[in-house]
C-alpha cells in the first residue's frame, strides 16, 4: 500500500504499530496507521507488563500511560503444577487489559498527529521476502486462548498483583485482575489437547481444576477468542521499503510474558532506520534492521523458547515447582534477567 500523501505507512495498531508511528510522526513525517479492528478492541493476551516493559514505554515518553488506564501493581507470580504451588516475587510491572492499553497507545500516536483509520484491512506484502506474515507456524506450536473475567464472576482467590500461572498436560493458563476488577485469562494449549477438551474454555478448565485452585463459575461458557499458532518464525524481518516489527517480526510462546516489551522496544528502534529510508530506499537499511532486530529480540526470544521448553515437560515443570516451593530464591536470576530492559541500539552492527 503507497499513498503519496503520507510519508510513511504503519499496518497495525497494537503497541508496536502505535509506537512506531508515533516515533516516525514526532520525527515530522507524515504519517497513516491502518488497522483492520475498531478501537477499543479485546486481544488475547495476559496484559502484564514487566519491569523491562515499563523501561521501555517510559524511553519512549509513554510511561504515564499504564497508570492512566488503571494499571494493577504486580507483586508476584504463583505458579502450579497440579497441587504444588511456588509464589516468586516480582520486581515490579503491572497488569492492564488490553482493549484500554492499546486503545490509549492508540490516542497517543493520534496526538502526536498520525493519522489513523481503523475497520479497513492492508494488504502488505514482499514477494521476495515473504516478510509481514509473520513466518510460518513452528512444528508443534501450541495456540493462545483468552478472555476477560466481569468482576463480580471472579472468585476473591485470584487476588489484586499477583499472576496466577497454573501449568499442565496441555498447555498452562494465566490469570490476573486487571484495572476494574475485572480478571484476564490467556492460555497457551496443544492444539490436540484443546480438540479433546472440547474448546479453549474446557481446556482452560480442565489444567485449572488440576490446581484445585476455587472455580470460576461458567468460565468455559464466556467468550473465548482464540489465536492461530504462537511460535512463528519470519522469514525475514525487513523487504523492499517494508520494516517488520512486533509479533510481525516473530514470535515465540508467550510463558515469560515479554511481547509488548519486546514490541515497544523494537518499534522505538526501527523509527530512525524507517526515517531514513523516507529520506531514501537504500537495501542496506533492511539489512541494518535485521542486525538491530536480532541484537534487541533474538536473544531475549531464545530464552523465552527455553522456559517454553521447560513447561512442556509436566515432570520438568513439577519437578521447578518443588524445587521454587522449597527454595523461591532460585527465581530471583531468571526473574531479573526477564525483567532486565532490552539494550538500547546504538547504531549499524558492525
Ligand atoms: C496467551 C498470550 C498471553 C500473552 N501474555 C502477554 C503478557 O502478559 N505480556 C506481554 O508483554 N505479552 C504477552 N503476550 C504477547 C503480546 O500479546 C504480543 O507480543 C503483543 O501484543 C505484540 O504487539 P504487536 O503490536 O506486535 O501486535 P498486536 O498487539 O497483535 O497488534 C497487531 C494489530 O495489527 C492489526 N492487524 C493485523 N493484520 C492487519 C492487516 N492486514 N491490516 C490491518 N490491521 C492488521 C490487528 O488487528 C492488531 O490490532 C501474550 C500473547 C498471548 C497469545
Known amino acids: 500500500m503507497t499513498d503519496p500523501a503520507y510519508d510513511a505507512v504503519v499496518v497495525g495498531a497494537g503497541p508496536a504499530g502505535s509506537v512506531a508511528a508515533r516515533e516516525l510522526a514526532r520525527r515530522g513525517l507524515a504519517v497513516l496507521l491502518v488497522d483492520k479492528a475498531t478501537f477499543p478492541r479485546p486481544k488475547v493476551c495476559g496484559g502484564c507488563l514487566n519491569a523491562a516493559a515499563l523501561a521501555a514505554f517510559d524511553r519512549a515518553g509513554l510511561g504515564h500511560v499504564p497508570a492512566a488506564c488503571g494499571a494493577v501493581p504486580l507483586r508476584g507470580v504463583k505458579l502450579a503444577a497440579g497441587r504444588r504451588s511456588a509464589n516468586l516475587p516480582l520486581p515490579g510491572g503491572v497488569a492492564v487489559s488490553r482493549e484500554a492499553f492499546d486503545a490509549a497507545l492508540l490516542r497517543e500516536a493520534e496526538a502526536a498527529g498520525v493519522e489513523v483509520v481503523t475497520g479497513v484491512t492492508a494488504k502488505v506484502e514482499d514477494a521476495r521476502t515473504g516478510l509481514a506474515t509473520a513466518g510460518p507456524p513452528a512444528p508443534g506450536s501450541r495456540l493462545g486462548g483468552g478472555v476477560v473475567v466481569p468482576a463480580d464472576l471472579a472468585p ?195
Open 156 to 350: 476473591d482467590f485470584f487476588t489484586p498483583g499477583t499472576i496466577f500461572m497454573a501449568t499442565g498436560r496441555g498447555g498452562y493458563v494465566g490469570l490476573v485482575r486487571v484495572e476494574g476488577g475485572r480478571l484476564d485469562v490467556a492460555a497457551a494449549f496443544d492444539p490436540d489437547f484443546v480438540k479433546a477438551a472440547g474448546g479453549l474454555g474446557p481446556a482452560a478448565e480442565a489444567i485449572l481444576t488440576r490446581t484445585g485452585w476455587p472455580a470460576t463459575p461458567g468460565l468455559a461458557e464466556l467468550p473465548w477468542k482464540g489465536t492461530p499458532a504462537l511460535t512463528r518464525h519470519p522469514t525475514a524481518v525487513a523487504g523492499h521499503r517494508l520494516f517488520a516489527v512486533g509479533d510481525a517480526a516473530g514470535y515465540v510462546e508467550p510463558f515469560t510474558g515479554e511481547g509488548m516489551a519486546w514490541a515497544v522496544a523494537s518499534a522505538a528502534a526501527v523509527a530512525p532506520i524507517a526515517a531514513r529510508a523516507v529520506t531514501a530506499w537504500d537495501g542496506s537499511l533492511a539489512r541494518e534492521w535485521e542486525q538491530t532486530h536480532a541484537r534487541l529480540v533474538r536473544h531475549r526470544q531464545g530464552v523465552c523458547r527455553a522456559a517454553a521448553r521447560v513447561v512442556r515437560s509436566p515432570a520438568l515443570t513439577g519437578l521447578a515447582v518443588r524445587a521454587l516451593s522449597m527454595v523461591p530464591v532460585l527465581s530471583r536470576p531468571v526473574v531479573a534477567a526477564l525483567n532486565r530492559p532490552p539494550a538500547v541500539p546504538t547504531g549499524p552492527a558492525a
